[in-house]
Nanobody
Framework: QVQLVESGGGSVQAGGSLRLSCAAFGYIPACMAWFRQAPGKEREGVAT???????DYANSVKGRFTISQDTAKNTLYLQMNSLKPEDTGMYYC????????????????WGQGIQVTVSS
């Protein structure tokens, strides 16, 4: 069983930064990701990271967001810089076993979500 707990959300002005954390408990899958869901919109993949360190990003966040993990601490991070109002939404940590490690795949394990609000 895998349990994921997010932290680090909040409110920030446009252009600001936030760092999300996701503590993982249990057996840690090889593929971890961040998703987000804005009000009235479908959930979308933001970034993924495989156990070997390979990362993938949505076009909308490339160059602004960085996904990383600290395997010693079993923690996943999402550093978000140059935030825009359209980055507002609930952010979810997710994990899956197996490959490929992309946001289009089915993720079995999810955190409870954390709110990020970017004001203009």
């Amino acid at each position: 069983q895998v349990q994921l707990v997010e932290s680090g959300g909040g409110s920030v002005q446009a252009g600001g930064s936030l760092r999300l954390s996701c503590a993982a408990f249990g057996y840690i899958p090889a593929c971890m990701a961040w998703f987000r869901q804005a009000p009235g919109k479908e959930r979308e993949g933001v970034a993924t990271i495989a156990s070997g360190g390979t990362t993938d990003y949505a076009n909308s966040v490339k160059g602004r967001f960085t996904i990383s993990q600290d395997t010693a601490k079993n923690t996943l991070y999402l550093q978000m810089n140059s935030l825009k109002p359209e980055d507002t939404g609930m952010y979810y940590c997710a994990a899956r076993f197996g490959y490929p490690c992309t946001a289009s795949q089915l993720f079995r394990y999810w955190g409870q979500g954390i709110q990020v609000t970017v004001s203009s």
